[in-house]
Each structure stands twice: as structure tokens, then as C-alpha cells.
């Protein structure tokens, strides 16, 4: 495998889908309340044409070695003159797009008499958490499609919070069953993504309520927001190509033969398994990773593994957009946009984003979401649904705490170093483990191995002090005990840590369930037609 073809590039690429997302749609310009086909079809075509692929960077290795313990470590003429025309027509001059002042939104909730008695107490307003001056709050939302009365499901919200000034962008997802109350709503309490279809027919549209919901609910001040739905989701992926999602778990759910076929015909279903690697994905897998539930799950459990594939699935996509040049592209491309995504950010909105994007490194992007111990189960008495509720004290502090990662604090600290050695035959092994040690907040190298006949996984543990140390964390993540951990403390080596694969490695750190074998049910021989002549034996 070539390492500078499949090593995840995940820096910087946040903010490109952020920013092709959010240029398909001009601030005066509301979303068609259905995303048509021939839309998708007319977007996927122009972006087709108008990307360009782009070399990925290089991978420096290491040497081969002659022991991972001991060792060097890696440490991360003359041309033709044209003469002009006689005369050139003046350009048009343009001025260039610049951010809306976009203040904090403040709560402006409406208490209504509910029609029935809440099921449970409707919870006091949290405070609103207090951000650095130059955080913007983007809410994501992934729906299916609108009906004719203008109401949808939201089936995906998350918070993109970006910190300017800190070059820092942190993920939150917020689980669809969390039940919260509901300001200008006579049920008074409700599911968080039940909000759209509250205040459907409200002036000025729902999505203001959904804000308002979060910043009671949350103390999150949302300052932008961008929905697509599925058809849209499923042409933006084809356009880019299709994207690269690191798969670490072996994943498995029902799914659709075909996209076009009856859903509600049983056999038109098929069980769809997609195993552990650098999974490439067309719009329609992607979006069934993104919203299946798995098999051999239910409730909360399948939510919070879904939130997590949904960001890695956003992630896949910002590093396709940024590996198509597409960032510098974002004026071209706003106007042909507009109609796939409904936003209220204009082109000056996005451009403030732009240069971040470009800069913005790997280690500076966290993701989050919100479960267990924040949150708990819990069955509504009057219909046995089955929702959230935020977890008292705790949950309010996790978010707060969330909200506030992405500080200049975070920036100031210098990540560990990690070098990963593949001792295995599995040529993708190294690309998984480095993309989850990456979403711990390490600084992640390959190196080359001095043999891919490893039995077990070994972490030699270079630093010189316990103090911060992540070993614990290191092996929690990689499945490694105590005994394979070999401490050489060294203060001049380059990295703090050498991972070396083993055989017994799995890059399967989650709470999923396992995949499952189907037997074919026996079904009986068909009737021997009247007339046909019995065989003797």
C-alpha cells in the first residue's frame, strides 16, 4: 500500500465541507422545499468539471531498522513575447465579499400554557457558556426530505465551533432523542429534532426555535446554521468522487438493494456487512453508514455509535473537498450551489473561513458527543418513548467543558508523539491506528518496520516522566496489557512512543455489536407437477 495515497489527511479539512456547504446558499435566497433530482444531477455534473485532484503530500518513513526498541526514531529559458491587443476591454471590478456582524444570540423564549400536564419538569434555562470573543457556532443539520406541509425530521445536529483566533475546531453531536424543553411550544417538552416540525409554520421558519431550543437547553449560541437532506447528501458525495472513510469497526445493518426500490417490500432488503479499512464510499453507502443502526442494537447505544460514524463520515468528506483544490474555488462555485444546501450564511460568512481551512492543523480538530454518564435513559409515560435526559449537574458541565476545549490553551500544549510501526501483514492496519490515535489529540508518524510478522501489539514507552503521560490511554485504545508495554526512557528521543501492529491488533475501540451470519431459512421443494413421471430408486 502506498502510504502518501491512503495516509489520512484529516487536517484542514474540516472547514472545506463547511465552506462548500455553506456556499450553496445565498443569505436572501430561501431553500426549495425539495432538493430535486435534476438540481443534484446539475450540481454533480458542473463540480465534476470544475474539480481538480490534487497530490496528496508525502510520507517520510523511517529506515528499516534492526529492532523497534532500539532503533532510530523518526522525527515528524527563454520565451516567445505575445504582443498585447490593441485594445483590452476594462474589468469589471468586484468587491470582495467580508463576514456579517453576527452577535450572540440571547434567549427570547415564550412560556405557553401547555395543553396537557409535562411528563416530566420542565427544566430552569442553563447558562449560556462563555466562549472566546472570536467563536463562531455553526449547527449542521442532516434531514430527510421536506413535505408538503414544510415539516422534516432532523435526523443529524452538530455543532461546528470554531475558534479564529485559536486556529480551533471542536465537533458536537447532539443526540436526536435528547428531551428538552421546548420554548413557544404548548407540549412544552419534546425530542430535540420534534423542534422543526413545532414550529413549522411559525414566521421566520423553525430553524430560529431550534437555536432558541439549544441555547435553553444547552447554553450553546448558534450563529449559523446549514441543513442538507438525503438526496442532496447522496449527490454532493458523488460529485467529490465518492469519499475515504477509516472504518474502524465491522459494521453491518439492513440496507436497500437498490435506492429506487418500495422500502416497504421486505424483499427488497438485503443484510449489508462493511468490514474494518479505508472504505471507499458512493453517496448512497455513505449515507446508510451514516444513519444505519446496526444490527444487534437498539436504543441510545445505536444512537451514540451513529453520531460517531456521521462525523467520521463529515470528516471524509472536508478532506475530499481539500484534496480537490476546491477551497480556492468557493467564490466560483457559491452561485451554482445555493439551491443544495439551505443556509443563512452568505459568501462574505464563508470566506472568513476559507484561510483557516487551509491552515488548520489535524491535531487542532476534536470531536464529541454527548452519552453516557450525561445522559440517561428514560420512557415516556404517556406514549412508552424511548428518550434522553440530560444527566443533573453533569451534563451541563460536560458541555460546558466541550464548548470550551477548543481554547487558546489547547493550542499552547504540545501534543505526545507517537511512531507506528505495521509488524503486520494487513497493509491498512497502520492507516486505522493512526487516525484514532489522531482523534486523541496525538501527533501520529508511520515508520517502517523491521518485519510484518508480529504476533502480539507492543508499545515502547520512551518518555522519562508519568507525569500527563497517555500510555493508559494508548493502551485502552489499541487493546494492549500491561505486559506488552516496554519502558526505555530516553529524553532525546524524537517521539515519546513507538506503536509496533501485531497480529492480535484491532482497530475496534467502540461498543459495537458484533457481525452476524445469516442461515437461509429452508424453504420446501416445489410441487411435482401432475403427470410427471416418480423416478424409481
Known amino acids: 500500500m502506498s502510504l502518501a495515497t491512503k495516509r489520512i489527511l484529516i487536517g484542514g479539512s474540516l472547514f472545506a465541507a463547511i465552506a462548500i456547504i455553506a456556499a450553496c446558499e445565498s443569505a436572501n435566497t430561501q431553500a426549495t422545499l425539495d432538493f430535486q433530482t435534476q438540481v443534484a444531477g446539475r450540481v454533480e455534473a458542473s463540480l465534476t468539471a470544475a474539480a481538480t485532484s490534487s497530490q496528496p503530500p508525502s510520507i517520510p518513513t523511517t529506515p528499516p531498522p534492526n529492532h523497534p526498541a532500539t ?11 505575445t504582443p498585447p491587443p490593441t485594445s483590452t476591454p476594462e474589468p469589471t471590478l468586484t468587491a470582495t465579499p467580508t ?8 434567549l427570547q423564549y415564550f ?20 466562549q472566546e470573543d472570536d467563536i463562531k457556532n455553526i449547527l449542521l443539520i442532516g434531514s430527510d426530505k421536506t413535505d408538503t406541509n414544510g415539516g422534516y425530521r432532523a435526523d443529524t445536529l452538530i455543532i461546528v465551533s470554531v475558534n479564529k483566533t485559536a486556529n480551533t475546531v471542536t465537533l458536537l453531536s447532539i443526540p436526536r432523542d435528547l428531551y428538552v424543553f421546548i420554548p413557544k411550544s404548548r407540549a412544552v417538552m419534546g425530542r430535540i429534532n420534534s423542534v422543526i416540525n413545532v414550529a413549522k409554520n411559525v414566521e421566520g421558519g423553525p430553524i430560529p426555535l431550534l437555536e432558541q431550543t ?32 477509516p472504518v474502524t469497526c465491522d459494521f453491518q445493518d439492513w440496507r436497500l438493494k437498490d435506492p429506487a426500490l418500495d422500502p416497504r417490500v421486505e424483499e427488497n432488503w438485503e443484510l449489508f456487512t462493511l468490514n474494518a479499512g479505508i472504505q471507499h464510499l458512493d453517496g448512497d453507502t455513505a449515507l446508510w453508514y451514516a444513519r444505519a443502526r446496526q444490527v ?38 457559491y452561485q451554482q450551489y445555493r439551491t443544495s444546501v439551505e443556509t443563512d450564511m452568505t459568501l462574505g460568512d464563508v470566506l472568513q473561513f476559507v484561510q483557516l481551512a487551509l491552515a488548520l492543523d489535524d491535531l487542532n480538530i476534536r470531536s464529541y458527543g454527548i452519552r453516557s454518564p450525561y445522559v440517561q435513559g428514560w420512557t415516556t409515560p404517556n406514549d412508552n418513548a424511548s428518550v434522553l435526559l440530560p444527566a443533573p449537574d453533569e451534563f451541563y458541565k460536560y458541555i460546558q467543558r466541550v464548548m470550551t476545549a477548543g481554547g487558546s490553551n489547547r493550542v499552547s500544549q504540545t501534543p505526545y508523539s507517537v511512531e507506528i510501526w505495521n509488524g503486520t501483514t494487513w497493509d491498512e492496519a497502520d492507516d486505522l491506528a493512526a487516525y484514532r490515535l489522531g482523534l486523541d489529540g496525538l501527533r501520529v508518524s508511520i515508520g517502517s518496520p523491521d518485519r510484518t510478522d508480529y504476533a502480539s501489539t507492543l508499545i515502547i514507552d520512551y518518555t522519562t516522566s508519568p507525569k500527563g503521560s497517555p500510555i493508559k490511554e494508548l493502551q485502552k485504545t489499541l487493546h494492549v496489557a500491561d505486559a506488552s508495554v516496554l519502558a526505555l ?11 509496533v501492529l501485531g497480529a492480535d491488533y484491532n482497530p475496534c475501540s467502540y461498543q459495537v455489536a458484533p457481525v452476524v451470519t445469516l442461515t437461509p431459512t429452508p424453504t420446501a421443494a416445489p410441487p411435482t407437477p401432475e403427470g410427471t413421471p416418480t423416478p424409481s430408486p
Do not use: C, W
Not at 296 to 325: H, I, K, T
Open 99 to 106: 463576514a456579517r456582524t453576527v452577535l450572540d444570540p440571547t
Open 489 to 499: 526512557p530516553d529524553e532525546n528521543s524524537p517521539v515519546q512512543f513507538r506503536v
Open 296 to 333: 444487534g442494537r437498539a436504543g441510545s447505544g445505536a444512537d451514540f455509535d451513529r453520531a460517531r460514524r456521521q462525523q467520521e463520515v463529515l470528516r471524509a468528506m472536508f478532506r475530499r473537498a481539500r484534496e480537490q483544490n476546491l477551497l480556492p474555488q468557493i467564490p466560483e462555485l
Open 111 to 130: 412560556y405557553l400554557t401547555p395543553e396537557n400536564t409535562p411528563v416530566t419538569a420542565v427544566p430552569s434555562p442553563v447558562p449560556r457558556i462563555k
Open 214 to 245: 439549544i441555547l435553553y437547553n444547552l447554553g450553546i449560541p448558534i450563529h449559523y446554521y446549514a441543513r442538507v437532506d438525503f438526496d442532496s447528501f447522496r449527490a454532493i458525495v458523488n460529485t467529490l468522487g465518492g469519499i475515504d472513510v
Open 71 to 81: 532503533a532510530p526514531r523518526s522525527d515528524s529559458g527563454v520565451g516567445t513575447t
